[in-house]
């Protein structure tokens, strides 16, 4: 048997109860989650915002309540724009996701001089300006990834190559691009399912510019 302090009435059941509190006007500021009672909105607002049992996003008009700190940071990214590390903002998901990359470590290392570098783009880039002492090139990084096994997945037909000077196309989304770099960039934005895992036509591609640009 249930008893309800608010009201002074008993229930044979618990579920009997918990009916009654979502149903009754003097449970109306009740917070069912932390199973409080509160007689005004002001008063249990306040509940929600010191309790670290709710997590409520305030951008939203609708003010939802997320139940772990997780949820309310997964929604914030996805429908905020919002950097779950440093809490920015961003006007689209693509400069969302270009702003992430401030926070990886240096942990991808040139195969030739041992330069580190955040993404594997950036290390093919540096290659491809001649910035590398290895004497690596745009040239020799191009004709590497072209020798590539995989190569047909992500190249351009020589007629496409010729409208519009992209030697390389995402094997996903067939998105061109002039450049390894700039393919292997596009991989690692997220914005389509390519990646640069080891099963990946890409993977082959950054191999054999490690091994032979």
Same mark, same amino acid.
């Given at each position: 048997?249930?008893?309800?302090?608010?009201?002074?009435?008993?229930?044979?059941?618990?579920?009997?109860?918990?009916?009654?509190?979502?149903?009754? !006007? +003097?449970?109306?500021?009740?917070?069912?989650?932390?199973?409080?009672?509160? %007689?005004?909105?002001? $008063?249990?607002?306040?509940?929600?915002?010191?309790?670290?049992?709710?997590?409520?996003?305030?951008?939203?008009? /609708?003010?939802? /309540?997320?139940? !772990?700190?997780? *949820?309310?940071? %997964? =929604?914030?990214?996805?429908?905020?724009?919002?950097?779950?590390?440093?809490?920015?903002? #961003? /006007? %689209?998901?693509?400069?969302?996701?270009?702003?992430?990359?401030? =926070?990886?470590?240096?942990?991808?290392?040139? #195969?030739?001089?041992?330069?580190?570098?955040? !993404?594997?783009?950036?290390?093919?880039?540096?290659?491809? %300006?001649?910035?590398?002492?290895? *004497?690596? !090139?745009? *040239?020799?990084?191009?004709?590497?990834?072209?020798?590539?096994?995989?190569? +047909?997945?992500?190249?351009?037909?020589?007629?496409? $190559?010729?409208?519009?000077?992209?030697? #390389?196309?995402?094997?996903?989304?067939? @998105?061109?691009?002039? #450049?390894?770099?700039?393919?292997?960039?596009? +991989?690692?934005? *997220?914005?389509?399912?390519?990646?640069?895992?080891?099963?990946?036509?890409?993977? /082959?591609?950054?191999?054999?510019? @490690?091994?032979? +640009?």
């Amino acid at each position: 048997m249930a008893f309800c302090s608010v009201c002074d009435r008993y229930f044979r059941t618990e579920s009997a109860y918990y009916q009654h509190t979502r149903a009754s !006007t +003097a449970h109306m500021f009740d917070c069912h989650r932390c199973l409080r009672h509160f %007689t005004s909105f002001g $008063a249990r607002r306040q509940h929600v915002r010191d309790s670290m049992h709710h997590h409520v996003c305030y951008t939203c008009d /609708d003010e939802p /309540d997320f139940p !772990t700190a997780e *949820g309310l940071h %997964t =929604h914030e990214s996805v429908a905020h724009n919002e950097c779950a590390i440093c809490h920015r903002r #961003f /006007d %689209t998901p693509s400069n969302l996701r270009s702003h992430r990359v401030v =926070h990886w470590d240096d942990n991808v290392e040139c #195969f030739r001089c041992y330069r580190t570098f955040v !993404t594997n783009s950036a290390m093919v880039l540096h290659l491809e %300006t001649g910035t590398c002492p290895s *004497g690596a !090139t745009q *040239g020799s990084v191009t004709s590497a990834a072209l020798r590539g096994y995989q190569s +047909a997945a992500y190249t351009r037909s020589y007629y496409r $190559a010729y409208d519009d000077d992209a030697d #390389f196309q995402c094997p996903d989304c067939a @998105k061109p691009c002039r #450049f390894a770099s700039a393919l292997l960039q596009h +991989a690692e934005s *997220g914005c389509c399912d390519v990646s640069l895992d080891e099963d990946s036509p890409l993977w /082959d591609c950054l191999e054999e510019i @490690k091994c032979s +640009a």
